[in-house]
């Protein structure tokens, strides 16, 4: 690039991952340094250069720095805002393992992210430590063993695709050992955020015979989506990976019927299914990021009337005390009535 590609157009020279280092590559204020060095000290900070160069620091509304840029705000927290919104030690049968639904379970093999998103709801505990020790993973994979009624296992963190292809493969060997295990789904932001590391190697340890693997891409802006990221996914879905996203709706980052729409086009043109949309969690420091479950539902109806099935996500809530994700989208149906995508009403006899 030359001296006149816009400083938000350029790559960052390597992850950044303190306020210092946000404020020398002009997306903070060099006055808000010890301010956002308490929040650093609490929650972990991490921008990648593929996420940094498509910040625009003259937009004080950048839908990109508001994910991934701290502020201030997160150390205000709110009555209703919990350490563990979604309740994952309730049921936590050993350490970094979840067993919520009777026939998955949730894997938490590291606790480190490429990229620390300011809304995460496991954000008290990831970006410390390093993750499942072996003896730790050595009883969660035993446990696997020992409940022929799990037949999928969600790996989560963190984001599983920061450890090594070598973990990976031993993970995913393993697991295809458990004969009534059918089913691996990885979710990650990794091809996104950090799409060089989608590699070869990556790739072929993601995969072994007999067992299925699924990768659910998060995703929240159109903008993310760059070529680079297509590049990865494709590499993903080219070598028989199936993907499917996942989004959470975010007050000023996608809280618009246009933004949303254009996101799910964008995945269904990446060949990765819109899954999910999330109500965001009631995590400490988050309010700004809320909205109200009404206001998503009015969303997610205007999304009927602009993409096609194919880009519909479902909207959830994950209930908080660990009760589960429920579907929260609007409904169509009344008293022997029906509303169209346009909102009209039509004659249908619901008894």
């Known amino acids: 690039m030359n001296d006149m590609t816009p400083r938000h157009a350029r790559k960052a020279p390597a992850t950044l991952r303190h306020p210092a280092e946000l404020a020398a590559a002009g997306l903070v204020a060099p ?23 498509l910040i625009d620091p ?10 991934f840029v701290p502020a201030a705000t997160e150390l205000m927290i709110t009555p209703e805002e919990r350490a563990d919104p979604i309740g994952d030690g309730a049921h936590e049968v050993s350490p970094g393992l979840i067993h919520r639904y009777p026939d998955r ?25 390093e993750g499942l020790s072996p003896a730790a993973l050595d009883a969660a994979l035993a446990y696997v063993g020992d409940h022929p009624g799990v037949s999928e296992v969600i790996v989560s963190g963190g984001d599983p695709l ?24 990885f979710h990650t932001r990794v091809p996104v955020v950090a799409p060089e590391r989608v590699s070869d190697e990556l790739i072929a340890a993601l995969k072994a015979d007999g067992i299925a693997i699924w990768v659910a891409i998060h995703a929240n802006h159109p903008r993310e989506l760059t070529d680079d990221a297509h590049a990865a996914l494709a590499r993903l879905v080219d070598a028989g990976i199936p993907l499917v996203s996942q989004t959470v709706l975010l007050r000023g980052v996608n809280d618009d019927a246009e933004t949303l729409a254009e996101l799910m086009r964008a995945f269904v043109r990446a060949r990765v ?46 209930i908080p005390g660990g009760h589960g994700k429920v579907p929260v989208g609007p409904n169509y149906l009344g008293d022997d009535t029906v509303e169209d995508y346009r909102g009209a009403l039509h004659d249908y006899p619901n008894g």
């Open 273 to 318: 299914k819109p899954y999910y949309l999330h109500h965001a969690d009631l995590a400490p420091g988050t309010a700004r990021f809320r909205t109200t479950i009404a206001e998503g539902q009015s969303l997610m109806k205007a999304l009927r009337g602009r993409v096609s099935g194919l880009a519909q996500p479902t909207y959830v809530l994950d």
């Open 58 to 67: 003259a937009d004080p509304r950048d839908p990109i720095a508001a994910q």
């Open 105 to 129: 379970v949730l894997l938490k093999l590291v606790s480190s992210c490429a990229v620390y998103c300011r809304f995460c709801f496991r954000r008290e505990t990831v970006g410390q430590g």
């Open 31 to 53: 006055g808000d340094i010890a301010a956002l060095e308490q929040v650093a000290a609490r929650y972990a900070v991490a921008l990648t250069p593929a996420m940094a160069a």
């Open 162 to 185: 920061v450890a090594s292809p070598r973990r990976l493969r031993d993970l995913v060997a393993a697991l295809a050992a458990v004969p009534h295990v059918a089913v691996v789904r």
